[in-house]
């Protein structure tokens, strides 16, 4: 058996640290995704929204498309139609792992993965961001909102109870 001579084991690490030094071999750290707003069953159109993860910010009016950067954290999503009081606050899309980072994982002996996931290219958002708005005054206040409303009982006023003597037991029945 014959193992590979010194320069050619230095050319392949310089080789796998070249590839691991790449963001990613096939996978991309921006992802465009379409945002639309939905009340009451219908598309809700001119809803300004807010999109945010741990690497940027990024405004939309709705229905639109948004070219984000990609991460390993969830996306925030925060949409308001002025003139109206819907609103919609979204604070966990989590992205998937994307198919390119097996390939890389192969390719660069594992190296790729950890790249890919600093750099956000081996996840995804879905595509199609579907964002729900809804009334807040169509909406039941929550049970301690409720209970938080209602006046406090009066406190009890002291009773004087005239004092009755006992009355006998009556005759115990042995069954």
């Known amino acids: 058996m014959r193992l590979p001579s010194s320069a050619a084991l230095a050319v392949r690490t310089l080789l796998l640290l070249a590839l691991g030094g790449c963001a990613t071999l096939t996978g991309n750290t921006e992802q465009m995704v379409l945002v639309q707003t939905v009340l009451d069953n219908r598309e809700l159109n001119g809803a300004g929204c807010i999109l945010s993860n741990d690497?940027?910010?990024?405004?939309?009016t709705t229905p639109g498309r948004i070219t984000i950067r990609k991460s390993q954290e969830p996306l925030t999503v925060d949409c308001r139609k002025h003139g109206s009081p819907a609103?919609?606050?979204?604070?966990?899309?989590?992205?998937k792992l994307n198919g390119s980072v097996w390939g890389n994982i192969i390719l660069t002996l594992g190296v790729g993965y950890f790249v890919d996931r600093?750099?956000?290219a081996g996840f995804d958002y879905p595509s199609i961001l579907t964002i729900v708005m809804q009334d807040p005054a169509r909406l039941a206040p929550p049970p301690a909102a409720i209970s938080a409303s209602l006046p406090a009982p009066?406190?009890?006023?002291?009773?004087v109870q005239p004092k009755v003597a006992p009355s006998p037991l009556p005759n115990s029945v042995v069954y």
């Not at 690497?55 to 939309?60: A, D, I, L, M, Y």
């Not at 609103?87 to 992205?95: E, K, Q, R, S």
């Not at 009066?154 to 009773?159: I, K, L, N, R, S």
Request: cysteine-free.
């Open 87 to 95: 609103i919609a606050t979204d604070d966990h899309i989590d992205p």
């Open 118 to 120: 600093n750099t956000g």
């Open 55 to 60: 690497v940027g910010k990024w405004f939309v």
């Open 154 to 159: 009066a406190a009890p006023e002291a009773v």
